[in-house]
């Protein structure tokens, strides 16, 4: 299963933008970048998920490198309600496997 | 509410005792997963499930055993714990395994074993 790396911890300001690093090497042509995020005592959510082209929706934007080895999930305007831990996942299109790393813990102070 | 739903939310159950986790979709999603998340680790994927057929058991020993009698129900038959197996159990669906459909999960189930 292909690997992703990202900061064990980010902290924020409320009303500011966050940009969440990942980075992804090994990343093969099958493998789609997926972002989940995890609020406490909760299951993990689906935030956005995307294979080469820059994608936004309703909860965030992603940003994918042209080369596709390392992605930025970005929180427009963040809110106490976005303190969670973010998870960069590669999912291979083929088995459809999602695994999970440690994720990165956001902080975000009033 | 995410659409999928476990019960129960907390169960505390003793070492010789056989008990049941349900989770329960009626998204249409036709994959359904069961993950592990103990304290301090990530999420680990356990078993999943596709058209009701198990494709996938990592390593899970035979205290824990899944059981998919259609696309919308998974459970997990637990017997003989032990307290190290104390840990939030996940279920989540999607789609269809294979292909590139995001996962729902439910809130989890809080177990502990004593």
């Known amino acids: 299963d292909a690997k992703t790396t990202q900061p064990n911890s980010m902290e924020s300001n409320e009303e500011e933008p966050v940009h969440l690093p990942c980075n992804h090497s090994t990343i093969s042509g099958t493998d789609y970048i997926h972002w989940y995020r995890q609020l406490p005592s909760q299951g993990p959510e689906y935030v956005i998920h995307?294979?080469?082209s820059n994608v936004n929706n309703r909860m965030a934007s992603l940003a994918i490198a042209e080369d596709r080895k390392s992605s930025t999930l970005i929180l427009h305007r963040a809110t106490l309600r976005d303190a969670a831990v973010y998870y960069c996942i590669l999912l291979d299109g083929n088995t459809g496997k999602l695994i999970f790393g440690q994720g990165t813990t956001l902080q975000v102070k009033p | 509410e995410t659409g999928v739903t476990q019960t129960p939310r907390h169960l505390v159950m003793g070492m010789t005792n056989k008990k049941s986790l349900k989770c329960e979709q009626h998204l249409g999603h036709n994959a359904m997963y069961w993950y592990k998340q103990s304290a301090k680790k990530p999420l680990e994927l356990m078993f999943v499930?596709?058209?009701?057929?198990?494709?996938e058991n990592n390593s899970v020993p035979s205290r824990f055993s899944p059981e998919c009698p259609n696309s919308s129900h998974l459970f997990l038959h637990l017997h003989t714990l032990q307290p190290e197996d104390s840990a939030l159990y996940l279920c989540?669906?999607?789609?269809?395994?294979?292909?590139?459909?995001?996962?729902?999960f439910g809130s989890g189930t809080r177990l502990t074993v004593v």
């Open positions: 989540a669906s999607s789609q269809t395994q294979g292909q590139n459909y995001g996962y729902t």
């Open positions: 499930y596709n058209f009701k057929e198990q494709t």
């Open positions: 995307g294979l080469t």
